[in-house]
């Protein structure tokens, strides 16, 4: 079975498919590469498995440069309300908003207090936007992941991990 190899400073294997719907290994510098292979072949199953899922979730989420555009706008002209009204709400202010392409990053906060946010988002449940939206803002306070930061979100959002778990 084919896969990318990544050789790494560490200390496990790691199995993933990519968006090209490669096999990923991720592997200690010093692993042999029959040890790499017999790990390959073991979990062929799961790979087969995850690279359906996969293709069936890239099939289902792609778009046109015209819906593209379409979910642009509307992601700019939604985030922007949600993000005024939490900022308000929770007194805090930001420098601007800029929408993405990003896949991986639903949503960031510069040092500066600027958000971003990936036009996917605005395919999700607006529980899970507004979860994103808090979460960004709760960063202009706490620059990390903290027990406080995740405090402050609880106070605007005390289903916060339900919400989180809506984007997985």
Same mark, same amino acid.
């Given at each position: 079975m084919d896969y990318k190899l990544i050789r790494a400073k560490r200390k496990t294997i790691e199995l993933s498919i990519d968006d090209e719907l490669n096999a990923v290994v991720k592997a200690p510098l010093k692993m042999s590469?029959?040890?790499?292979?017999?790990?390959?072949?073991?979990?062929?199953?799961?790979?087969?498995?995850?690279?359906? =899922?996969?293709? =069936?979730?890239?099939?289902?989420y792609s778009v046109s440069p015209e819906q593209e555009s379409m979910l642009r706008k509307e992601a700019l002209s939604y985030l922007t309300k949600r993000t005024e009204y939490f900022a308000k709400l929770m007194g805090l202010q930001y420098t601007g908003i800029?929408?993405?392409?990003?896949?991986?990053?639903?949503?960031?906060?510069?040092?500066?207090?600027?958000?971003?946010?990936?036009?996917?988002?605005?395919? &999700?449940?607006?529980?899970?936007?507004? &979860?994103?939206?808090?979460?960004?803002?709760?960063?202009?306070?706490?620059?990390?992941?903290?027990?406080?930061?995740y405090k402050l979100i609880e106070n605007y959002l005390p289903d916060y991990k339900n919400r989180e778990k809506l984007l997985k």
């Open positions: 590469t029959d040890d790499i292979n017999a790990f390959v072949e073991k979990h062929s199953k799961w790979i087969e498995k995850h690279r359906a =899922e996969k293709k =069936e979730r890239l099939e289902l800029k929408i993405t392409s990003a896949k991986k990053r639903f949503g960031s906060c510069s040092g500066k207090n600027s958000i971003c946010y990936s036009w996917h988002l605005i395919m &999700y449940p607006p529980e899970a936007i507004d &979860y994103v939206v808090v979460h960004e803002l709760a960063h202009i306070v706490h620059k990390n992941h903290g027990k406080d930061f």
